[in-house]
């Protein structure tokens, strides 16, 4: 069973700076992960897929990267409403997710 | 507008079964894999069952099998989980949500839109 990490748990950013979350694996795996963004009370939303691709929509602020057992999400100026709940999927599992919150 | 509206959602007693439907609008739900993903108060993200366009591959999280059943409709563009021995652990918002491709039960290339959710809450 692969064991999924999301790091930090919570990440505390001002607006403008830069954001580095980190999605790690157990052991190696393909690049079907994918990256989810939710706000409280909102459903998730679909950032990033195939490790690397923007999703339809998404702002070009976001991006993500990686292989093998270490992924990342860079948020490259944070925007007040990126300060959300974020999550790493992988096949049928959810990283526990990290929180991004205001400073 | 492409969307999902879940319902079925409400409170029922330990043991008693339920049903969710996912009505899909803006794009043929037929084209392309569906996923439940159920999200516990305060807590993170749980993918539940899938099932490919045609229904030929179905799978299912290790906590609900034997228990929940996914099933579609294409031609009335909707997606259903039977729920059966309902308990406490499955007390969630439940979310109907639409994968990136269409070949597989499982959620292998993430999933781009989703519904609001529906609440499932069991309670004697």
């Known amino acids: 069973e692969i064991v999924w990490t999301q790091s930090p748990a919570t990440l505390s950013m001002a607006p403008g700076e830069r954001a580095t979350l980190s999605c790690r694996a157990s052991?190696?795996?393909?690049?079907?992960l994918a990256w989810y963004q939710q706000k409280s009370g909102q459903a998730p939303r679909l950032l990033i897929y195939?490790?690397?691709n923007r999703a339809t929509g998404i702002p070009a602020r976001f991006s993500g990267s990686g292989s093998g057992t270490d992924f990342t999400l860079t948020i490259s100026s944070l925007e007040p409403e990126d300060f959300a709940v974020y999550y790493c999927?992988?096949?049928?599992?959810f990283g526990p997710g990290t929180k991004v919150d205001i400073k | 507008e492409v969307q999902l509206v879940e319902s079925g959602g409400g409170l029922v007693q330990p043991g008693r079964s339920l049903r969710l439907s996912c009505a899909a609008s803006?794009?043929?739900?037929?084209?392309?894999?569906m996923h439940w993903v159920r999200q516990a108060p305060g807590k993170g993200l749980e993918w539940v069952s899938g099932?490919?366009?045609?229904?030929?591959?179905?799978g299912y999280a290790d906590s609900v099998k034997g228990r929940f059943t996914i099933s579609r409709d294409n031609a009335k563009n909707s997606l259903y989980l039977q729920m059966n021995s309902l308990s406490a652990e499955d007390m969630a918002l439940y979310y109907c949500?639409?994968?990136?491709?269409?070949?597989?039960?499982?959620?292998?290339?993430?999933?781009?839109?989703w519904g609001q959710g529906t609440t499932v809450t069991v309670s004697s």
């Open positions: 949500a639409k994968a990136l491709g269409g070949g597989s039960g499982h959620p292998l290339y993430g999933m781009d839109v």
């Open positions: 803006g794009f043929t739900l037929g084209d392309y894999a």
């Open positions: 099932i490919s366009w045609d229904s030929g591959s179905i």
């Open positions: 052991q190696s795996v393909s690049s079907n």
């Open positions: 195939d490790a690397s």
């Open positions: 999927q992988y096949w049928e599992t």
